[in-house]
């Protein structure tokens, strides 16, 4: 459209004007420029995500237990994921559990990073990262006293079931939580609550190769 407006305008203003059986080649060609030059942009974008880290392996011979919830406030449930893998991104367990959906994210995202430390324990793992999207969360359990938030009562009566010296707590951003993100999702299409041992539900092996390279 370009090239037949600039050449109707050449003829307006009495100026010399390419011929008209040049519009479709310069158009071709303007075309085939712009195609190449997007061709270019997607390739580095191709380059920069795959050059992103999306995970942080634990230290050697170390574990990192992921964490994420969900809310499905449709159905009046809220998703837990949870995924226990070593320091070569293999998973050792991963879980998918709904419940009653309580009255606040936050308390979600404790409810989850608990069921977190008590599959661990029911696991028979001790030192491990414990890694959630939640920064509130993280914080609470960072404390060495008991919170006064809303779920400070959760988070202290999991604590008893292990020795708390044994977890480091971490925060990530929610690139790094993909899979228990997806887990906590999952669980609107579980029964009570689902786990697989080395493994997770088929359908995120794409996000669990994504996640972890």
Same mark, same amino acid.
């Given at each position: 459209?370009?090239?037949?407006?600039?050449?109707?305008?050449?003829?307006?203003?009495?100026?010399?004007?390419?011929?008209?059986?040049?519009?479709?080649?310069?158009?071709?060609?303007?075309?085939?420029?712009?195609?190449?030059?997007?061709?270019?942009?997607?390739?580095?974008?191709?380059?920069?995500?795959?050059?992103?880290?999306?995970?942080?392996?634990?230290?050697?011979?170390?574990?990192?237990?992921?964490?994420?919830?969900?809310?499905?406030?449709?159905?009046?449930?809220?998703? =837990?994921?949870?995924?226990?893998?070593?320091?070569?991104?293999?998973? =050792?367990?991963?879980?998918? %559990?709904?419940?009653?959906?309580?009255?606040?994210?936050?308390?979600? %995202?404790? =409810?989850?990073?608990?069921?977190?430390?008590?599959?661990?324990?029911?696991?028979?793992?001790?030192?491990?990262?414990?890694?959630?999207?939640?920064?509130?969360?993280?914080?609470?359990?960072?404390?060495?006293?008991?919170?006064?938030?809303?779920?400070?009562?959760?988070?202290?009566?999991t604590k008893t079931?292990?020795?708390?010296?044994?977890?480091?707590?971490?925060?990530?951003?929610?690139?790094?939580?993909?899979?228990?993100?997806? =887990?906590?999702?999952?669980?609107?299409?579980?029964?009570?609550?689902?786990?697989?041992?080395?493994?997770?539900?088929?359908?995120?092996?794409?996000?669990?190769?994504?996640n972890y390279g």
């Open positions: 459209m370009w090239t037949i407006w600039s050449h109707r305008n050449q003829i307006r203003v009495q100026q010399n004007a390419y011929p008209i059986t040049q519009v479709v080649p310069n158009a071709q060609q303007a075309f085939s420029i712009f195609q190449r030059a997007n061709r270019v942009q997607q390739l580095q974008a191709m380059v920069s995500n795959t050059n992103q880290v999306t995970w942080i392996p634990p230290p050697a011979n170390s574990l990192k237990i992921n964490f994420d919830g969900a809310l499905f406030k449709d159905i009046n449930k809220a998703g =837990l994921g949870v995924v226990i893998h070593n320091d070569h991104g293999q998973v =050792l367990a991963s879980l998918s %559990e709904h419940i009653q959906m309580p009255f606040s994210s936050d308390l979600v %995202e404790a =409810l989850t990073a608990a069921r977190a430390i008590s599959f661990a324990h029911e696991l028979s793992f001790a030192n491990y990262i414990l890694e959630g999207g939640s920064d509130v969360v993280i914080k609470a359990l960072k404390r060495n006293d008991d919170s006064l938030s809303s779920f400070g009562h959760i988070l202290a009566s079931l292990t020795d708390v010296n044994c977890i480091t707590f971490s925060h990530t951003c929610r690139i790094g939580n993909a899979v228990a993100r997806n =887990l906590a999702k999952h669980a609107r299409h579980v029964i009570g609550f689902k786990v697989w041992m080395e493994d997770v539900p088929p359908h995120l092996h794409s996000v669990l190769f994504a």
